[in-house]
């Protein structure tokens, strides 16, 4: 599902996210904060996206991924076209409060390219 708020959305925009948590995040100079998800129960890292305030509190309160598109300017749920579905099970702030981590339940693929991760195609550095 991809959608504006109905306030046009988008970063810096008024939100419905508890100030206690809107308060502590530093965001970057356009409102969002990168967002890793992650397999809850193997720790895989699935994909980065961005969150603004508004796509944090829509993925605390619907326990699905809200995500903000930088190239489309719409909110967009993990799933909703894919059907690879990101069930939330946990959310947390990175010491700095500048990055989400959100552990999911991944359903199918992360990638837009269809595979499981973003990070297993172009690997720079391996164990050998």
Not at 38 to 67: F, I, N, S
Not at 72 to 98: I, N, P
Request: proline letters at 4%.
């Amino acid at each position: 599902m991809t959608s504006s708020s109905p306030t046009g959305g988008g970063p810096g925009r008024p939100s419905a996210l508890a100030p206690e948590i809107a308060d502590r995040l530093k965001r970057s100079a356009d409102g969002l904060l990168p967002a890793i998800a992650q397999q809850y129960d193997t720790g895989e890292v699935l994909m980065l996206g961005w969150m603004d305030d508004e796509a944090l509190h829509r993925t605390l309160t619907t326990g699905r991924c809200t995500y903000w598109s930088r190239s489309r300017g719409e909110y967009w749920v993990k799933g909703d076209t894919s059907g690879h579905f990101q069930w939330v099970k946990s959310v947390a702030l990175d010491c700095d409060a500048d990055t989400v981590l959100v552990k999911v339940d991944q359903v199918g693929a992360a990638c837009h390219t269809g595979t499981r991760t973003c990070f297993d195609t172009d690997v720079l550095l391996a164990d050998q």
